[in-house]
Nanobody, 127 residues
């Protein structure tokens, strides 16, 4: 079992920045890949960005050039730096981890690829 805990959500104005963090209950070095997803009421989860075990990243077109994913610290905390935020970025943001072995070392924006999820953190961007 792996627990994922997100932090850093909040309310900002359009154009401002936020940084989300995701802390896992154990070291993430062995995880094939991790990702950030987001969800707005009435819609399914949307893959925002994933990062593979060796650092390969995949971004959704809607956030390219504005969001940056990284892993840092001794336990490889997963971070999401969100810049130039827009009202359309308003959503609950979820951290996700693929823990089961996978031949895919690059990551995925497909929800079904992930084993574990955090509880989510709300990001609200007002115009």
């Amino acid at each position: 079992q792996v627990q994922l805990v997100e932090s850093g959500g909040g309310s900002v104005q359009s154009g401002e920045s936020l940084k989300l963090s995701c802390t896992a209950s154990r070291n993430t070095d062995s995880f094939p890949f991790m990702a950030w997803f987001r969800q707005v009421p009435g819609q399914g989860r949307e893959g925002v960005v994933s990062i593979g075990r060796f650092g390969h990243t995949t971004y959704a077109d809607s956030v390219k050039g504005r969001f940056h994913i990284s892993r840092g610290g001794p336990d490889k905390t997963l971070n999401l730096q969100m810049n130039s935020l827009e009202p359309e970025d308003t959503a609950v943001y979820y951290c996700a981890a693929r823990v089961a072995p996978s031949s895919n070392a690059y990551g995925s924006l497909r929800e079904a690829e992930y084993d574990y999820w955090g509880q989510g953190t709300q990001v609200t961007v007002s115009s």
